[in-house]
T-cell receptor, first 113, second 113 residues
Framework: DVKVTQSSRYLVKRTGEKVFLECVQD?????MFWYRQDPGLGLRLIYF???????EKGDIPEGYSVSREKKERFSLILESASTNQTSMYLC????????????FGPGTRLTVT | GENVEQHPSTLSVQEGDSAVIKCTYS??????FPWYKQELGKRPQLIID?????GEKKDQRIAVTLNKTAKHFSLHITETQPEDSAVYFC????????????FGTGTQLKVEL
């Protein structure tokens, strides 16, 4: 069974803190993605990675960075958290090639105060 | 980049009625169109998808239609049940590379008894 896990379901951080969100998949997928989900805005792509140590910016990369040192693990980093980064963060993974189905993690609800 | 518009943002139907959600996309080269269902507090899950070489696909009570010329696709749910209540997202493949998807803004479907 496909499995994507995220390090925390709920997280509360203070403005200016460095925040790490971690995602792990056990399906040997090449592609991994980070989205943020906000009401009325759908799922917006922050960053994605198509291979170890490879990354590309998505639609809203400002204020975020990522790290992919191992195939199964993709981390999202908020260098200096701000209140406008309060959101639901979803990780997803997919196989490379012509198959586009993405499998999602359970999400991390981040609150920045 | 790709743009996907989704309507309506909320939809309320009586149990047993049909529900239709519509999406339009901007990139004529998009060739994969999935629909995800997200129940309250859960992760998005793929319920049906269609590729550009097919005009319609059906799976029990759900169906998706694609009009490539008009660049729009629709989700049809027949004989709706309370468990169909959820947020539904359409998406289109982004031909810029990396197996990316661009998501619509979501439709909150409520099936009333």
């Amino acid at each position: 069974d496909v499995k994507v896990t995220q390090s925390s379901r709920y997280l509360v951080k203070r403005t200016g803190e460095k925040v790490f969100l971690e995602c792990v998949q056990d399906m040997d997928h090449e592609n991994m993605f980070w989205y943020r989900q906000d009401p009325g805005l759908g799922l917006r792509l922050i960053y994605f990675s198509y291979d170890v140590k490879m990354k590309e910016k998505g639609d809203i990369p400002e204020g975020y960075s990522v790290s992919r040192e191992k195939k199964e693990r993709f981390s999202l980093i908020l260098e200096s958290a701000s209140t406008n980064q309060t959101s639901m963060y979803l990780c997803a993974s997919s196989l490379a090639g012509g198959t586009y189905e993405q499998y999602f993690g359970p999400g991390t609800r981040l609150t920045v105060t | 980049g790709e743009n996907v518009e989704q309507h309506p943002s909320t939809l309320s139907v009586q149990e047993g009625d049909s529900a239709v959600i519509k999406c339009t996309y901007s990139d004529s080269a998009s060739n994969y169109f999935p629909w995800y269902k997200q129940e309250l507090g859960k992760r998005p899950q793929l319920i049906i998808d269609i590729r550009s070489n097919v005009g319609e696909k059906k799976d029990q009570r759900i169906a998706v239609t694609l009009n490539k010329t008009a660049k729009h696709f629709s989700l049809h749910i027949t004989e709706t049940q309370p468990e169909d209540s959820a947020v539904y997202f359409c998406a289109a493949s982004f031909t810029g590379g990396g197996n990316k998807l661009t998501f619509g803004t979501g439709t909150q479907l409520k099936v009333e008894l």
